[in-house]
């Protein structure tokens, strides 16, 4: 089995995927660079031991990662509890095998790239990939699997956290829809959610509408990421929402190689 590892910016997800390219199971932990290969061997076996899988199971592991400073322990778990030597998204022998057509390729968040390579094995023509993560990002890729450029915005939780820190009277709220369609608040609580999530959801439907005129033929809409099924349920933003892109993309990133060599 291959044991798949999405290194984002707030946590870090696990997948074990079975030979078929099946996720059988997926945990997360905080990202935390401080935290030790032994640290991470003693949750992962507690927690693949209650799913019924031991590390013995584990043949390949990958890891997508975007916190540098975490690399080290992720690939010295896969080392001294797996017996494998990872494989690192994008580099030798698993590069990316699509065009970054951007002007800083070696910049480009591996979560993205992975995204797009996902992204590709879902849907033919142009896709425009949303992903709701420590930041809202946009990506359009292209017809022939290309990433073609997008754009970054903050993510819904860094702007709750803002704004509970740097206003004194705002209290911290957990995000949710209002529970009314009405854009004018009448307490705070009420406000600062409408603020929030419908304020999102405008900057959604104005970047996809955006990018859907610049690109000028039709287009996909995938979203990914844990808030990305609650803007669907209440307003109809997207083609599709993929919670495992990223993952899958990883997975596909190793098929891909097995199969070339």
Known sequence: ?????DNGNTNVKFALVNDAGEIVCRWRIATDPKRTADEYAVWLNQ???MEGYSRKDVTAVVIATVVPRALHNLQVLATKYFGVEALVAGRAPIEWGIALRVD????LGADRAVNA???QALEAGDKIVISFGTATTFDHIGADGAYLGGSIATGVSLSLDALYEAAAMLPRIAIEPPPTASVIGRDTVGQMQIGIYWGYVSMIEGMIARMKAEIGRPVKVIATGGLAVLFDKHADLFDRVEPDLTLKGIALLYANRSQST
């Open 1 to 5: 089995m291959l044991l798949a590892i």
């Open 104 to 107: 800083e390729p070696r910049a």
């Open 47 to 49: 927690l693949a031991e």
């Open 117 to 119: 390579i996902s992204a």
